[in-house]
Every structure is written in C-alpha cells, then in structure tokens.
C-alpha cells in the first residue's frame, strides 16, 4: 500500500484498524476529536490515550465532568477489545462500570487512561480501564464486559 491509498477497513484486523488511525492512515473517532483524546498507544489487547484537562470539561462543581473521564476510560477498555478482533468481526460495549476515586482538573496535568483486556472469549469480552493524573495518582477505573460478533 502506498502512502496515498487509503487502508481497507473492511480487510484489517482490529489492531491494523487502531495502529492506521494512530498512524494518520485513517482519521481518528469523531468523539477523539471532540474531547481533544491525544497520544493513542496500540499493542495488542491494549490501549491508552491521554487528555489535557480545559475548562471546557468541566462541570459546575469546577472539576472534570464525569462524563469525560468515563468516555476516557470507554474509549481504552473498548479499543483494547478491538485490538483482539480479527478482520470481519465487531464488538459493542454491554456495561461500563466506574468507580471515581479522586478529582480532575486543570491542576491535574495530562490525563492518561490505560485499558487491558482481562479475558477475551468467542462472544464476549472483559476489559479494565485505569486513568491516571500527571503524578501517576489513580483518578478512577473502569470495568467494561463487550459483546463480539461477526
């Protein structure tokens, strides 16, 4: 493939899918965009991206809305299913549990969500998301159970 093709979704696998769109050969998800999601790192059954906490993710109590943080900690526990997924296969996200353990602000410096996968089945999937601030404290984490299909 040359630098001007464009990759075919429909051949790749969900870890060659993840590494185009971390490489600039696909565009990242809309809502990647939206948030400001930075430094996407791809290994198989894992995934982590980082956010700079702005104003503009705040809630009215003046920290990062909840809402954020768990799209963070979406974002990794569900890409990091995707990278065990073969070419033709798909997954949607059946829960998403969140336990909030400290605030995040500004302060906080550069957010930076880590998923794994804990087990991967024929059906389904499980997956953890841990986000930490700048100072490698623990703001929150996440368990996501997935649902694959072809």
């Keep these: 493939m040359t630098e001007t093709q464009t990759p075919d979704v429909a051949t790749m696998t969900g870890l060659e899918l ?10 990242a998800a809309p809502l990647a965009e939206t948030l400001g999601f930075v430094d996407l790192v791809v ?8 956010l700079d906490p702005e104003h503009r993710h705040y809630n009215p109590l003046g920290t990062v809305h ?10 990794v526990a569900g890409c990091s299913v995707h990278t065990t997924l073969g070419a033709g296969e798909g997954y949607t996200s059946l829960d998403l549990s969140v336990k909030f353990l400290r605030p995040a ?13 804990l087990q991967r089945g024929r059906r389904t999937a499980l997956a953890e998301a841990q986000l ?13 159970s997935c649902m694959i299909f072809a």
């Design 43 to 50: 290994e198989p059954g894992s995934v982590s991206v980082s």
């Design 66 to 75: 909840g809402g954020v943080l768990s799209s963070l900690l979406d974002t």
């Design 132 to 144: 930490f601030n700048s100072d490698g404290k623990l703001i929150a984490h996440a368990t996501s």
């Design 105 to 117: 602000s500004v302060k906080s410096g550069r957010l930076r969500a880590v998923g794994k996968v």
């Design 18 to 27: 993840l590494i185009a769109m971390r490489d600039g050969l696909l565009p």
